[in-house]
């Protein structure tokens, strides 16, 4: 007899449970969050050719943080700010080791999905977007904004010629 109450109270709380969460409680796996810069390293040269960067190193400054590198290049743009600071390092560890510090300048648009997933961001760029701390000392040539809204990650949306 002492068992119904406890098993009654176990199922009301279940019910409870699983009827009690809304929609907007849960955010599914398929909705996109905020995207990152996706960019790629091209030949200066032949511009239609991707040229890989020997000794690659990209760090972020905001948060201090030395970033992946994988193919493709995704960089993480800060939301509660309108720039992105990065450090490009080539041939790393190398007596011909070269930095360049690059800032990225964006507008930025935010999208309310729901409670649990928060806000979603999208960022524009210009031809201003860009800016190198010293363009002549560069190992990065030059730069191409080919897609200049950031709303996935499949696009690449900068290419970095050197």
């Known amino acids: 007899m002492r068992s119904f109450p406890t098993l009654f109270l176990v199922m009301l709380g279940l019910y409870s449970l699983f009827y009690s969460c809304e929609k907007d409680d849960i955010c599914l796996e398929e909705t996109l969050p905020t995207p990152r810069l996706n960019i790629s390293f091209v030949d200066a040269q032949n511009p239609e050719l991707s040229k890989e960067v020997q000794g690659l190193q990209i760090k972020s400054l905001s948060i201090d943080s030395i970033l992946p590198v994988s193919d493709p290049y995704l960089l993480p743009l800060r939301q509660d700010q309108s720039f992105t600071e990065f450090e490009f390092t080539t041939n790393l560890g190398t007596d011909t080791e070269s930095k360049t510090l690059i800032q990225f300048t964006y507008q930025r648009k ?15 760029l210009n031809e201003q977007s860009v800016a190198q701390s010293d363009p002549s000392n560069s190992w990065i040539l030059g730069f191409e904004i080919r897609q200049d809204t950031i709303s996935n990650e499949e696009t690449v949306h900068l290419a970095l010629y050197h």
């Open 110 to 124: 935010d999208e309310y999905i729901n409670r649990a997933c928060g806000f979603r961001g999208t960022y524009f």
